[in-house]
Nanobody, 121 residues
Framework: VQLQASGGGLVQAGDSLRLSCAASGWTFSNYAMGWFRQAPGKERELVAAISWNGGGRTTYADSVKDRFTISRDNTKNTMYLQMNSLKPEDTAVYYC??????????????WGQGTQVTVSS
């Protein structure tokens, strides 16, 4: 199981970014997926999660609701996080993760390497 996150960068407040998480080595649709982030000095937190298969169920942290959208394309073995109206407090390393389950109900078993998102004010 391999996960490769990409798409991070340095942007200004109010800008948008789209993160991608490419998976390889397993049946992507059989796994629930999620995006987590960790800011300096803070614990890693769940940002958004999406259910397995068609991804019909999504959950978001309150801090990103109505700004971020998680999605998945099983034909491309890729998960996305569209981030709009970015704020300086969104600055963190973003990690994608996967677990062989219908939805994420525990700490995922598989993790990508992280991609840095920095939002300047």
């Amino acid at each position: 199981v391999q996960l490769q996150a990409s798409g991070g960068g340095l942007v200004q407040a109010g800008d948008s970014l789209r993160l991608s998480c490419a998976a390889s080595g397993w049946t992507f649709s059989n796994y629930a997926m999620g995006w987590f982030r960790q800011a300096p000095g803070k614990e890693r937190e769940l940002v958004a999660a999406i259910s397995w298969n068609g991804g019909g169920r999504t959950t978001y942290a309150d801090s990103v609701k109505d700004r971020f959208t998680i999605s998945r394309d099983n034909t491309k073995n890729t998960m996305y996080l569209q981030m709009n109206s970015l704020k300086p407090e969104d600055t963190a390393v973003y990690y994608c993760a996967a677990d062989k389950a219908r939805i994420l109900t525990r700490i995922p078993a598989y993790w990508g390497q992280g991609t840095q998102v920095t939002v300047s004010s």
